[in-house]
């Protein structure tokens, strides 16, 4: 049962850590959580330091039923005996990192059935009036994506050599088997992907589901499945997904994100 933070993403350096967004949002348990973590702050070491800082760990959970952002991401402040629990969602991963960190944290998740966390840093600030226990600066530090793919990609490999993970998607032509499935609502959501075979039959790259074609890749006409079809080529049939639409498969593989994403 995933309950715990299994693995940790990445670590970067705490002037390229990302803010934690929305915490007013969940305004009752962010001002808990900020309670409970300032007993485990430190002061500055240097004189007349206003600042307090704890190290913490930080859940980094997908919400894929999300209806401003299929690709969220919430932070969860784990228990103090590291369970994770869904109800103390603090706040958000910023909405530029989510397209290239959910689908590999989806896939680490899967993989080693635990959640995936993150280092993370509180911070608080003291006035006149005393520290501001209840108001933590919440700042999440995330490798650039780059170091998260090479990292994933290392552990996935030996946990799941024979799959592809679901990290892009390109679009490939429909057959009647795919429409068949997509007015049965198989396949239509990021909650609900296919589950495929990638497989060269007659010299075409194809994608199959229970022996039958769901898409036909080489038939599209398009260069985006060289590197699916050389992993197949030389490895031979590998397990994916596919996402269903009424008018094309979107074919989900390894490939890099789309030049222009946020790399922080």
Known sequence: MIDTVSMLLPDCETRYASGVLGTDYFSKRYRAESRRLFKVSVEGT??????????????????????????????????????????????WIPNGRCSTLQPRVVSLMRA?????????????????????????????????????????????????????QPWTGHYAPLTDLAR????????????????????????????????????????????????????????GAVRGWVRLYKGAVEVRSEDRPPLGESAL
Not at 54 to 65: C, G, S
Not at 202 to 211: E, K, Q, R, Y
């Open 180 to 235: 068949r499935l997509y007015e049965q609502g198989h396949g239509r959501s990021e909650a609900d992907l296919l589950r495929v075979r990638y497989e060269i039959r007659d010299d075409d790259l194809v994608a199959t589901a229970n022996g039958e074609v769901v898409t036909n890749m080489t038939q599209g006409g398009r260069d985006f499945f060289d590197p699916l079809r050389a992993r197949v080529e030389a490895q």
């Open 112 to 164: 080693t059935n635990g959640y995936v966390g993150a280092r993370g840093t509180a911070s608080y600030w003291r006035g006149e009036q005393g520290w501001d226990k209840s108001n933590a600066n919440l700042r999440i530090r995330i490798a650039q994506w780059e170091g998260v793919h090479k990292a994933a990609l290392g552990i996935l490999r030996v946990i799941e050599p024979d799959v592809e």
């Open 46 to 91: 240097k004189d007349g330091d206003r600042v307090r800082t704890a190290e913490v760990v930080l859940a980094v959970v997908p919400v894929l039923d999300n209806d401003y952002n299929e690709q969220a991401l919430a932070v969860v402040v784990p228990d103090a005996d590291g369970v994770v629990r869904l109800e103390n969602q603090v706040g």
